[in-house]
């Protein structure tokens, strides 16, 4: 019986006509038809053009025959991780095993291995020797080339060498998968899909490799880490369509990896027709009994209104995966959708979010990148905006009018993020005043990040001065509103560049803000971002200066207590922080401490061996602040819910 899904097994394949699928989709998720998840849009995609496509969501790896469900495809197997890298799905920065996995029926760990391409593609190449495997999604797209790995801690390969597939499809692939599609349908063989922008082939012919970039071989990177640093720049600053240059890497002197320039950005009619395609826009029937999957409640009743982001923040791995060009879908056509939404069971009138990597950025950050590119070596905001900048908000304020007025639509909400200081450098308040009286929901969260500006500057964030003068200009809106709203700042401890000094100048702005953020975004060094090459070579990549970074685990844990440092487990790894950091004076009974000493010790030390977290007489700190000092709770007394930061959403 067809149910409007793709087929996952046999019987919903022959109740499609199908005999022999082009392709098997091996993914380390659960299907779910939803264009918030990548194999649902690859899929479709491939279908929109003729292809037929059996879907093969997270294959037990230890079985060889799990692969072998739909028998051999005519074109190929394409393998992905999933809408996360296996890894960071599996584990938390501490490298501790998660207990639940959001994209798995029920919620469940475990139904997926560690470098789950990798294992997924070995599996295949145990039956199929010679059947094409073409990896992507964000796993194979951000290892794409050779990589510093955060729970080895070791430089790997290619991930196309250790995967045995034969061709990446990285960034988004809608343009590079059909094109692959289309090659291997005329009869081309995979080894001779060399062409294709936005993927990345292996060859051991060095003559083939023309009008290219070589970067350090793998044995370099091996023995040197500025090597790396000096590799990994290189690959920055040719990730833009328009100018990228193509590059290779050379392994035992026999074998090349090249990674050919990114795919050209999609148009605003082909971003339309993407979102248009006939997604069920939820998880596949048969995950029903074990109470589904978990992860489209984030997504079920949001609005993708735009990809890429020109932020640029050092600790993100959009300009590796999405690009820095920004691309839009037409108002038509997320009406449209939202015209399906709020007929969906469950919708009670709220569209939970109407955004992307950045919600209030519905352009290109100036006119010149949609036929010349971004600028290399440059960004748009960063260290001050760029002036060809164009900071309008004109165009998402109209698009959030429009979704306000529909029929059933009581709320529309933002909760992908917005640039604050892109916000800020907008002369008309309008959006401002729209986003208060319409659009926030008690709290808005924003991503500061930091307030050293000597982090920030590593960051690639602006300085602590515009922060302030967005809270300020937040508080004197709401207060013309007569609204009480609070801004939720996140922030992020051991990010390259922040010795305790740093983290001590963080706490104490946490002290004065009256805020305490029950959860902590300790920096992770996934792949293929700025702050992971400082984080591994110790070096900053554009500038080959020295950055000091905190590795060993005890020194993140003392600079991730200091954020949380009215919490009575922290307060011996903040007291031992303090004392490092020479900054004693936080301890003692005046307002501007951090913390009391131990029962009987001196006024401006820990010492003795009392209860953590008591004062001298016994008792608990006072938590000072706001109405949103306690931080657990909103200040409308509702439990605070954690949102999904860039980092994790690409």
């Given at each position: 019986?067809?149910?409007?899904?793709?087929?996952?097994n046999?019987?919903?394949?022959?109740?499609?006509?199908?005999?022999?699928?082009?392709?098997?989709?091996?993914?380390?998720?659960?299907?779910?038809?939803?264009?918030s998840?990548?194999?649902?849009?690859?899929s479709?995609?491939?279908?929109?053009?003729?292809?037929?496509v059996?879907m093969?969501?997270?294959?037990?790896?230890?079985?060889?025959?799990s692969?072998?469900?739909?028998?051999?495809?005519?074109?190929?197997?394409?393998v992905?991780?999933?809408?996360?890298?296996?890894?960071?799905?599996?584990?938390?920065?501490s490298?501790?095993?998660?207990?639940?996995?959001a994209?798995?029926?029920?919620?469940?760990?475990?139904?997926?291995?560690?470098?789950?391409?990798?294992a997924?593609?070995?599996?295949?190449?145990?039956?199929?020797?010679?059947?094409?495997?073409?990896?992507?999604?964000?796993?194979?797209?951000?290892?794409?080339?050779?990589?510093?790995?955060?729970?080895s801690?070791k430089?790997?390969?290619?991930?196309?060498?250790?995967?045995?597939a034969?061709?990446?499809?990285?960034g988004?692939?809608?343009?590079?998968?059909?094109?692959i599609?289309?090659?291997?349908?005329?009869?081309?063989?995979?080894?001779?899909?060399t062409?294709?922008?936005?993927?990345?082939?292996?060859?051991?012919?060095?003559?083939d490799?023309?009008?290219?970039i070589e970067?350090?071989?793998?044995?370099?990177?091996?023995?040197?880490?500025?090597?790396?640093?000096?590799?990994?720049?290189?690959?920055y600053?040719?990730?833009?369509p328009?100018?990228?240059?193509?590059?290779?890497?050379?392994?035992?002197?026999?074998?090349?990896?090249?990674?050919?320039?990114?795919?050209?950005?999609?148009?605003?009619?082909?971003?339309?027709?993407?979102?248009?395609?006939?997604?069920?826009?939820?998880?596949?029937?048969s995950?029903e009994?074990?109470?589904?999957?978990p992860?489209?409640?984030?997504?079920?009743f949001?609005?993708?209104?735009?990809?890429?982001?020109?932020?640029?923040?050092?600790?993100?791995?959009?300009t590796?995966?999405?690009?820095r060009?920004?691309q839009?879908?037409?108002?038509?056509?997320?009406?449209?959708?939202?015209?399906?939404?709020?007929?969906?069971?469950?919708?009670?009138?709220?569209?939970?979010?109407?955004?992307?990597?950045?919600?209030?950025?519905?352009a290109?950050?100036?006119?010149?990148?949609?036929?010349?590119g971004?600028?290399?070596?440059?960004?748009?905001?960063?260290?001050?905006?760029?002036?060809?900048?164009?900071?309008?908000?004109?165009?998402?304020?109209?698009?959030?009018?429009?979704?306000?007025g529909?029929?059933?639509?009581k709320?529309?909400f933002?909760?992908?993020?917005?640039?604050?200081?892109?916000?800020?450098?907008?002369?008309?308040?309008?959006?401002?005043?729209?986003?208060?009286?319409?659009?926030?929901?008690?709290?808005?969260?924003?991503?500061?990040?930091?307030?050293s500006?000597?982090?920030?500057?590593?960051?690639g964030?602006?300085?602590?001065?515009?922060?302030?003068?967005?809270?300020?200009?937040?508080?004197?809106?709401?207060?013309?509103?007569?609204?009480k709203?609070?801004?939720v700042?996140?922030?992020?401890?051991?990010?390259?560049?922040?010795t305790?000094?740093?983290?001590?100048?963080?706490?104490?702005?946490?002290?004065?803000s009256?805020y305490?953020?029950?959860q902590?975004?300790?920096?992770?060094?996934?792949?293929?971002?700025i702050?992971?090459?400082?984080?591994?070579?110790?070096?900053?990549?554009?500038?080959?200066?020295?950055?000091?970074?905190?590795?060993?685990?005890?020194?993140?844990?003392?600079q991730?207590?200091?954020?949380q440092?009215?919490n009575?487990?922290n307060?011996?790894?903040?007291?031992?922080?303090l004392?490092k950091a020479?900054?004693t004076?936080?301890?003692?009974y005046?307002?501007?401490?951090?913390?009391?000493?131990?029962?009987?010790?001196?006024?401006s030390?820990?010492g003795?061996?009392?209860?953590p977290g008591?004062?001298?007489?016994?008792?608990?700190?006072v938590?000072?602040?706001?109405?949103?000092?306690?931080?657990?709770?909103?200040?409308?007394?509702?439990?605070?819910?954690?949102?999904?930061s860039?980092?994790?959403?690409?």
């Amino acid at each position: 019986m067809d149910n409007g899904f793709l087929p996952v097994n046999k019987e919903e394949m022959r109740a499609q006509g199908i005999s022999r699928p082009d392709f098997v989709y091996v993914c380390g998720d659960a299907y779910v038809d939803h264009p918030s998840f990548g194999h649902a849009i690859i899929s479709r995609v491939l279908a929109a053009h003729g292809y037929t496509v059996c879907m093969l969501p997270q294959p037990d790896w230890r079985d060889k025959d799990s692969v072998t469900v739909f028998g051999e495809p005519r074109l190929g197997f394409l393998v992905t991780a999933g809408n996360m890298d296996s890894m960071v799905n599996h584990y938390s920065v501490s490298k501790k095993r998660r207990a639940n996995d959001a994209f798995t029926p029920g919620g469940v760990m475990g139904k997926r291995p560690d470098y789950a391409t990798i294992a997924y593609c070995n599996l295949i190449r145990r039956t199929y020797k010679q059947t094409p495997v073409i990896i992507g999604g964000i796993e194979a797209s951000l290892r794409r080339l050779a990589h510093y790995d955060y729970w080895s801690d070791k430089m790997k390969r290619s991930i196309l060498l250790d995967s045995g597939a034969d061709l990446i499809s990285y960034g988004m692939g809608e343009r590079s998968i059909v094109e692959i599609a289309d090659a291997l349908n005329s009869g081309l063989a995979v080894r001779d899909i060399t062409f294709v922008d936005g993927t990345v082939y292996k060859t051991r012919k060095r003559e083939d490799i023309y009008d290219a970039i070589e970067l350090p071989h793998y044995e370099a990177l091996l023995a040197d880490k500025k090597e790396y640093a000096k590799s990994f720049y290189t690959q920055y600053c040719n990730t833009d369509p328009f100018t990228a240059k193509r590059l290779f890497e050379t392994y035992d002197g026999k074998m090349f990896v090249v990674q050919n320039p990114p795919a050209k950005p999609l148009t605003e009619r082909e971003m339309d027709q993407v979102y248009a395609l006939p997604y069920q826009r939820t998880y596949h029937p048969s995950y029903e009994a074990a109470g589904g999957v978990p992860a489209i409640a984030e997504v079920k009743f949001s609005l993708v209104s735009s990809r890429g982001c020109y932020g640029g923040c050092s600790f993100c791995a959009l300009t590796f995966h999405q690009g820095r060009i920004v691309q839009v879908r037409s108002h038509e056509s997320i009406l449209a959708e939202a015209g399906k939404l709020v007929w969906e069971p469950g919708f009670k009138g709220y569209i939970h979010d109407v955004g992307g990597p950045t919600a209030n950025f519905r352009a290109p950050a100036c006119e010149k990148q949609l036929t010349k590119g971004v600028c290399t070596g440059r960004q748009c905001l960063f260290p001050k905006p760029c002036e060809n900048l164009i900071v309008d908000h004109s165009d998402y304020l109209a698009l959030l009018r429009k979704l306000r007025g529909l029929a059933n639509v009581k709320k529309v909400f933002i909760r992908s993020g917005i640039r604050f200081d892109y916000l800020m450098y907008d002369r008309d308040e309008t959006f401002l005043e729209e986003l208060c009286r319409h659009h926030v929901s008690g709290q808005l969260k924003v991503a500061p990040e930091h307030i050293s500006d000597a982090v920030l500057a590593k960051m690639g964030k602006p300085g602590v001065k515009v922060y302030r003068k967005f809270e300020e200009a937040y508080r004197r809106m709401n207060e013309r509103l007569g609204k009480k709203q609070y801004l939720v700042p996140y922030l992020m401890s051991s990010h390259p560049g922040s010795t305790l000094k740093e983290a001590v100048e963080l706490a104490e702005f946490i002290r004065d803000s009256g805020y305490m953020p029950e959860q902590v975004q300790d920096f992770y060094p996934t792949p293929s971002t700025i702050s992971t090459c400082m984080y591994y070579t110790g070096l900053d990549p554009r500038t080959m200066e020295p950055v000091y970074t905190a590795v060993s685990p005890h020194e993140k844990a003392m600079q991730r207590a200091l954020i949380q440092y009215r919490n009575p487990k922290n307060y011996d790894l903040v007291c031992e922080a303090l004392e490092k950091a020479g900054r004693t004076d936080l301890i003692g009974y005046d307002r501007k401490c951090l913390i009391r000493p131990r029962k009987g010790a001196k006024r401006s030390a820990c010492g003795g061996s009392a209860y953590p977290g008591t004062s001298g007489n016994g008792e608990t700190p006072v938590r000072r602040g706001g109405p949103a000092a306690d931080g657990r709770k909103r200040a409308d007394g509702k439990k605070e819910i954690g949102r999904a930061s860039c980092r994790e959403r690409v």
